[in-house]
């Protein structure tokens, strides 16, 4: 269990409903053990006394009593202990869902490219489930177990220690059966897990990509790959439940092991008269209690293991640290100064060099344009100012300061990023525009904006407006409207530096150049960097970048460029032939 030991933290943060439910688990088992001895009493004074017609009757009465009374304290008790410990494993639940999240937050862009959406979803839903099993029904039923066993042994030897040492006998194999088995168990558990993150992934990416699906009919492929998964996590699960299968035949025909062996030396004692009739009843009733404790211990055992499994599994992501991290706690107000000098980038999973000898600089409220073929480095030279990554050499400069030591939160607070791959929450449009904003907003704002990206004409004509529901990642919208919405989400902010990346593409070049105006006439004069291939857009700009297989081929502002009759000039020239159709 030892990857278990790392939810103590949360037994010490909840500690008093741990304690508590000790408290409660043993005032139950308490009331529980009772029951056996006023069944000895009884039978034994039957047995003994002279009695009349109504004293069976009174004795029936006043066991009875009894029963009921510890009945009802037993399943008080046994309420309380599973309203303190249940109730604590739903809370360490919300917090380990919690601290998943935001460790999922915190990680960098690296991360989710190594990793599996489907299985990051199941770390946080199936593998946190099933370490909850273990914190609430296996931490309570373990808790029973020992407490009953104590007790219960200990009214045992106070009637016969020799019966009672004899009654435990099985037990030590029942350990050794539980050691082996729970070992196995462990193991299957693991490919379960792992197998169901598979069939999660395939779904998962299957509802996102319905439409290529249909397009390309591959509705027997796809399904043919699920059943493969399917098959396959059956297997494993199969193998699981067969090893699981052992504990209950195990458990059982030691128990009765156990009984037997109790009425055998019982029955001698009694018929030498060292044991009363009343003692063997009252140690059938205890080996009856301790039944389903012992007989959970192979449930237990599973659900430990599989807790095991999953913990494991959720405390390797864990442990993993984002590459990027804040090294600053010194407040930090961007001007809107950038500078790259010298800057290379070499992709750690690949190797493949994006960037080399970039070197280039952006004045505050300058519209610098970044264009090159595709693959030779726009959204890597993006992803560096925004610091979703780090440059393999060269540096960085912020106002003048190096972009790892500055307070990266407060930069990034100042960058609004419309990036080339448009995402819209599944969530009224009033909510995914004001998404962008530090502070609350208006819903007069919120429509500026939207007059701002030339789509508020669209969006009134729409029955609830603002409240209209979008579908998942904006599917009820035309993609123009949803560049729209995404650049209106980023003006929102009132951002020092914007950052539009190819994000025009599927509008027309009226709506382009009504968009492209109206960011010239924003107030508050930010930083743009507008990075794309058409040429309405880059016009516009007051310096071009030209790249080709991650290097600078030209840099400088349109009209030089078109008499330099290079990359730039011949871009110029074959947009003018074969312009870019509108969406």
């Not at 055992?301 to 405390?315: D, G, K, L, V």
Request: hydrophobic share 40%.
């Amino acid at each position: 269990m030892k990857h278990l030991a790392s939810l103590n933290k949360y037994f010490v943060k909840y500690k008093w409903h741990f304690i508590l439910g000790i408290v409660f688990t043993i005032a139950s088992n308490y009331f529980g053990v009772q029951m056996p001895k006023y069944v000895k009493q009884s039978i034994d004074e039957l047995q003994n006394a002279n009695y009349d017609l109504e004293t069976p009757l009174h004795l029936a009465l006043m066991v009875g009593g009894w029963f009921i009374l510890l009945s009802l304290g037993k399943g008080l008790f046994l309420f309380f202990m599973r309203q303190t410990i249940i109730v604590m494993s739903r809370r360490i639940e919300y917090d380990m869902k919690n601290e998943i999240f935001k460790h999922y937050l915190s990680l960098d862009s690296n991360f989710f490219k190594q990793h599996k959406i489907g299985d990051l979803m199941n770390r946080i839903s199936e593998d946190v489930s099933q370490v909850r099993m273990y914190l609430g029904p296996g931490v309570m039923y373990s808790l029973n177990l020992i407490v009953l066993t104590i007790l219960s042994i200990y009214q045992m030897m106070e009637i016969s220690v020799t019966l009672t040492l004899y009654t435990l006998i099985p037990l030590p194999l029942l350990s050794l059966i539980i050691y082996k088995v729970s070992n196995r168990i462990n193991r299957s558990s693991k490919e379960v897990q792992e197998e169901l993150s598979n069939i999660t992934t395939i779904v998962q990416e299957s509802i996102t990509g319905i439409r290529i699906i249909k397009a390309y009919d591959q509705f027997e492929n796809n399904a043919q790959k699920l059943s493969n998964a399917s098959e396959s996590y059956k297997r494993r699960s199969m193998q699981l439940v067969r090893i699981n299968a052992l504990f209950m035949p195990a458990i059982l025909l030691l128990i009765g092991l156990c009984t037997l062996l109790m009425i055998w030396v019982g029955g001698g004692l009694t018929g030498s008269n060292q044991l009363s009739l009343g003692a063997i009843v009252a140690f059938l009733l205890f080996v009856n209690n301790l039944t389903w404790p012992f007989v959970s211990i192979g449930w237990v055992t599973s659900i430990i293991q599989r807790a095991e499994a999953s913990q494991q599994r959720i405390n390797e992501f864990l442990k993993t640290e984002p590459t990027i991290q804040n090294l600053s706690e010194t407040p930090f107000s961007f001007e809107g100064h950038l500078e790259l000098k010298h800057v290379g980038l070499t992709y750690q999973n690949t190797g493949i060099t994006g960037l080399e000898g970039i070197s280039f600089h952006i004045e505050k409220g300058e519209t610098v344009g970044i264009t090159g073929k595709t693959g030779c480095g726009k959204s890597s030279i993006v992803g560096l100012i925004t610091r979703q990554f780090d440059p393999s050499m060269g540096e960085i400069l912020v106002d003048g300061k190096d972009l790892k030591e500055i307070h990266l939160e407060d930069f990034r607070k100042s960058v609004a990023l419309v990036p080339q791959e448009v995402f819209l929450f599944s969530d009224t449009i009033r909510n995914n525009v004001s998404f962008g904003s530090l502070v609350p907003v208006s819903d007069e704002e919120i429509i500026e904006v939207l007059k701002l990206a030339h789509v508020w004409h669209n969006i009134e004509l729409f029955p609830q407006g603002l409240d209209t529901q979008l579908g998942e990642l904006g599917i009820n919208l035309s993609g123009g409207q949803k560049q729209r919405i995404n650049i209106a989400r980023a003006l929102i902010r009132k951002p020092k530096l914007l950052i539009l990346d190819d994000c025009l593409s599927a509008v027309d070049t009226e709506t382009e150049n009504t968009i492209l105006h109206n960011l010239a006439q924003l107030p508050y004069k930010p930083t743009i960097v507008m990075v794309g291939h058409r040429i309405s857009s880059l016009g516009n700009c007051r310096k071009i970048i030209a790249l080709d297989h991650g290097k600078i081929i030209e840099m400088g502002r349109p009209e030089e460029l078109i008499q330099r009759k290079g990359f730039y000039y011949d871009l110029v020239e074959q947009q003018k032939q074969d312009p870019t159709p509108s969406v």
